[in-house]
């Protein structure tokens, strides 16, 4: 592909497009320490990928880089073989409303009601008028309306968000990326603060999207769980990649010695 290929970006980053990614040597270092370590990472569309790892590895801060939310340097993340930092404002946004992020905090909005967080995931698909005046168009509340479905929280649209339990909240974080219809899925412990009940509902949700085509990179802690539903593993300690294969070709040993 030439440079001019390459950086001739206008539409690569349409809705129906799938996206494939890679990070090239991605480093985070803070003065305290090195939180990523020289992140080598190719990520295919339609893949469906568990990152693991003890508390304080990286997997939050590498799903951030990858959700375009940490800075990285230039020529180091590549996007459909863009590099991020050289697309134009335009295509930037594009890329961002094509990537759902469910943040480990949730991040609602606290004080508005669980319809309007999840509508919050279809603003990017409107115009200014409608998301600055929230009149919001039929086909876009009906998809909030089945979105919020899916998670189990029917009946509970107009109640507050700050009123959730916290597996309430989970679930309208997750509603809102699915609102998206963002064509990666990254998932900070999507299922950390559910009932057993419902952990297999929400991986089986995520499932679907990816059967659908979509990319999901999930952080999981519960090794059998990622085991079942990932088709590739990513194992981090210490901010490295130690392991990155599939996940049948993942050795028991490797996942047993992230936690040593
Ligand atoms: N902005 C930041 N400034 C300084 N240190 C940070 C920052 N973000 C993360 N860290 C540190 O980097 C390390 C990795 O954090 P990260 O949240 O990515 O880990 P994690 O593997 O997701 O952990 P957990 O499973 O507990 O969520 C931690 O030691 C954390 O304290």
Known sequence: MSQMQKYQSSKIFNQTDGISMALYSVSINTSQKTILDHINLEIKEGEMIAVLGKSGAGKSTLLRVIAGLVKTHRNMMFFNGSDFHSLKKNDKNQLRK??????QQFKLIKELSVFENVMIGRLGKMGRFSSMFRIYPQNDKKIALECIAKVGLSGK????????????????????????????????????SLDVSLIETILEILDNENKKGKTVVFVMHD????????????????????SDKLTEETKDDSIKSLFN
């Open 98 to 103: 094509n990537i759902g992020f469910i943040p």
């Open 223 to 242: 090794v059998e769980l990622a085991k079942r539903f990932a088709k590739r593993m990513i194992l981090m300690k210490e901010g490295k990649i130690i």
């Open 157 to 192: 649209e107009s109640l507050v968000a700050r009123k959730l339990s916290g597996g309430e909240q989970q679930r309208v974080a997750i509603a809102r990326c699915l609102a998206q219809e963002p064509q990666i899925i990254l998932a900070d412990e999507p299922v950390a």
